[in-house]
Nanobody, 117 residues
């Protein structure tokens, strides 16, 4: 299993970023996937999820209406469009299956997002 996140950066509040996740080593298209965020000193939390076919998405209340998760099963890619970013969105963002334990508990290196006020 290999998960490679990219697209993070440093920006001011109100800005936008698009994160990308390249997945390999497992059958991407049959797995519900998610974006996770780990803020400094806090646990890793699921902030957005998408079903295997992409037809259903779910968001944490803190990002609802601002973030959009999507996937391209033909390319084994997943994306997170983040708009109206807030300082509390700061953290390392990871992608993984919703049932990541079934994939051997592998995680990528994540991508850092830092939002200044």
């Amino acid at each position: 299993v290999q998960l490679v996140e990219s697209g993070g950066g440093l920006l001011q509040a109100g800005g936008s970023l698009r994160l990308s996740c390249a997945a390999s080593g497992f059958t991407f298209s049959i797995n519900a996937m998610g974006w996770y965020r780990q803020a400094p000193g806090k646990q890793r939390d699921l902030v957005a999820a998408i079903t295997s076919g992409g037809g259903t998405t779910n968001y944490a209340d803190s990002v609802k209406g601002r973030f959009t998760i999507s996937r391209d099963n033909a390319k084994n890619m997943m994306y997170l469009q983040m708009n109206s970013l807030k300082p509390e969105d700061t953290g390392v963002y990871y992608c993984n299956a919703v049932k990541w334990q079934n994939l051997g508990s592998s995680w990528g290196q994540g991508t850092q997002v830092t939002v200044s006020s």
